[in-house]
């Protein structure tokens, strides 16, 4: 029964050296995230293209001024009744003419600056910033105009095809 306890003793206070000892290390320091594999894509992990040139409509009543790609984040922008989300990157000062889409147009603003007007005539001053984080969403056939202010990406959502049809000035009437 003595040689138990004494077992049972030496056994506790190894036990307790050994917690002693490993409470007294420094935590191992957190390994950086590694970038998000599966079904997300983080800002930085895109893969931009050039806008495919069925994504868009007719002659833009205003020059571009810059640079537009897309990177394809969710689903199917092109293929008509499936959802998707996409990214635009745009460069400083790039301007997107008076235009339409077929459906609802989802837009949150994740670097720079969007300026956004309504109507079918470009106007400096009808312009409204848009800063990083804003939403908004244009329904389907809306006429609207936009520019980036600061090399921007703005993410889009919405229910394809994602086409862009430019008007001419003037042309507020909704398409047939």
Not at 7 to 18: I, N, R
Not at 51 to 75: H, N, R
Not at 145 to 166: E, M, R, T
Request: proline share 9%.
């Amino acid at each position: 029964m003595i040689k138990q306890r004494i077992g049972m003793f030496l056994v506790c206070a190894v036990l307790a050296a050994a917690s002693i000892s490993l409470a007294q290390t420094k935590p191992a320091a957190k390994a950086p995230a590694a970038p998000m594999k599966g079904p997300g894509t983080m800002l930085g992990e895109e893969q931009w293209m050039d806008l495919p040139a069925a994504t868009m409509v007719g002659t833009p009543s205003v020059p571009m001024g810059g640079t537009v790609k897309i990177a394809v984040v969710q689903g199917d922008p092109m293929t008509a009744g499936r959802s998707y989300t996409a990214r635009l990157s745009c460069t400083d000062g790039t301007k997107i003419a008076p235009h339409w889409h077929p459906t609802t147009e989802n837009v949150t603003v994740l670097k720079g600056a969007l300026q956004l007007g309504m109507g079918s005539t470009w106007n400096d001053a009808a312009m409204k910033d848009i800063p990083v984080g804003g939403f908004v969403s244009a329904p389907a056939q809306m006429r609207h105009y936009a520019g980036c202010k600061g090399d921007s990406i703005l993410q889009i959502h919405g229910i394809a095809p994602l086409v862009i049809n430019f008007v001419a000035p003037g042309d507020d009437k909704p398409a047939k």
